[in-house]
């Protein structure tokens, strides 16, 4: 089920210029930096032409729900300013150089009153985008802040505040590579047999807090040969198997490292 509503609105210079994306590299995010208003209040204003103002986003989150305002194979002027600092972002349509604006998505948070976002928005903009980057075949690499594409302070929040950027982007991840039961993975090789239940490691390998073993922040501890395991799941990550123990550390799925015992 989608996580946002599209509710699009007509076309204008300033908010929506019908023009398509050159190609789809990455999703900016944004806080609107207006407290108290939401979604459908900034759905209002950029479909009356954005007080004449080039500007925009895609998609508006707020605690309640979120609005895609603009379809999300079109440009929006969210991220621009003429000094993209991110060189994979920079592109141009014809004779129009818009940098970010020509290759991202961007995805606004609403604030509350007090000028903080929402834990509900913040969740509810986690879900947002590990739908996209499902669907578009993205991953957090391809996540940044207006700040990183241009250096303006938005969003707020997460530039005085970097650990919440990184929450956000830990929290994507682990949306982005859901635990899958064996059951329900056709294509798993036919030595994992029922998948779940007793394992032997057969070859000194590591156990890691997540499924992505090229990041050594994950490394958790040494998994000795001989040692025994028990496996309650299996995820498919990118085109290998992860093993899930009980304990909620992740092994490699490799026969030339662990057994069925």
């Not at 108290?36 to 309640?64: C, L, Q, W």
């Not at 895609?68 to 129009?96: F, Q, R």
């Not at 028990?230 to 550390?249: F, H, Q, W």
Request: with cysteine; charged share 25%; hydrophobic share 30%.
């Amino acid at each position: 089920m989608a996580t946002y509503k599209n509710s699009y609105i007509n076309e204008n210079e300033y908010s929506r210029p019908r023009t398509k994306l050159a190609a789809l590299k990455g999703i900016v995010l944004h806080y609107t930096a207006n407290p108290g208003a939401s979604a459908t209040n900034h759905k209002t204003y950029f479909g009356n032409g954005a007080g004449g103002r080039y500007a925009g986003a895609h998609i508006f989150v707020d605690e309640k729900e979120a609005l895609c305002i603009v379809p999300l194979d079109e440009i929006c002027y969210h991220a621009n300013e003429n000094k993209c600092k991110i060189d994979k972002l920079k592109g141009h349509i014809g004779s129009y150089y818009g940098d970010a604006n020509c290759t991202t998505i961007g995805i606004e948070m609403c604030i509350n009153k007090a000028g903080k976002i929402e834990e509900s928005t913040f969740n509810r903009t986690v879900d947002i985008v590990a739908e996209l980057c499902k669907k578009y075949k993205l991953t957090v690499d391809d996540l940044c802040r207006h700040y990183d594409v241009t250096g303006k302070n938005c969003p707020a929040p997460w530039v005085s505040n970097p650990a919440e950027w990184t929450r956000f982007k830990n929290a994507v991840k682990a949306k982005s590579n859901p635990i899958i039961k064996v059951s329900s993975i056709v294509e798993a090789p036919s030595y994992y047999k029922s998948g779940t239940g007793l394992y032997r490691i057969k070859k000194n390998c590591y156990a890691y807090k997540g499924v992505n073993f090229s990041d050594e922040s994950n490394r958790m501890e040494l998994c000795q040969k001989g040692t025994k395991y028990t496996i309650v799941g299996i995820v498919k990550y990118s085109s290998s198997y992860r093993l899930k123990t009980k304990s909620g550390l992740y092994i490699t799925a490799n026969k030339e490292y662990v057994e069925k015992v």
